[in-house]
């Protein structure tokens, strides 16, 4: 099943992450801020790896640079702790819908995005 995921083109992905969030009452331009917060894409990277037609392996392979902060996300998606995935790729797949599922539910972007002040925090509020 996972190799399923990793062959999938990115381009069908985002617009799930984005109705998931649209959904909630939040905005694409979170989303987008969170991607690349995560990834190091800017705005116009994005944007290129989504008019490419990126696998999802491809578009984390060819990211600028995963966020340092991207260590302190944890907690349950899709029944599995985020924090005890072996497999490197899938637990950045991981990440980002959680961080998205934190976006739907109404989290401050400040907390998503673990900025320094909060980020200590974060690990002990985010089960």
């Known amino acids: 099943m996972a190799r399923d995921i990793f062959s999938m083109p990115f381009a069908e992905v985002y617009p799930l992450l984005v109705n998931k969030a649209l959904r909630k009452g939040r905005t694409q331009a979170e ?5 690349c917060w995560l990834t190091g894409y800017d705005r116009a990277g994005l944007q290129a790896q989504l008019d490419r037609k990126v696998t ?3 578009f984390f392979d060819e990211a600028p640079g995963m966020n ?29 819908d959680k961080l998205i599922d934190e976006l739907a539910r109404g989290r401050q972007m ?4 673990r900025s320094s002040e909060t980020a200590a925090k974060d690990g002990e509020e985010n089960p």
Not at 31 to 35: A, H, P, S
Not at 77 to 96: A, F, H, Q, S, Y
């Open 110 to 113: 400040e907390k998503i995005l």
């Open 56 to 58: 999802y392996r491809a």
């Open 68 to 96: 340092p902060n991207s260590g302190l996300v944890k907690g349950v998606v899709c029944g599995v702790r985020v924090e005890t995935i072996e497999d490197p790729l899938m637990r950045k797949i991981r990440i980002l």
């Open 31 to 35: 989303v987008d801020e969170i991607i």
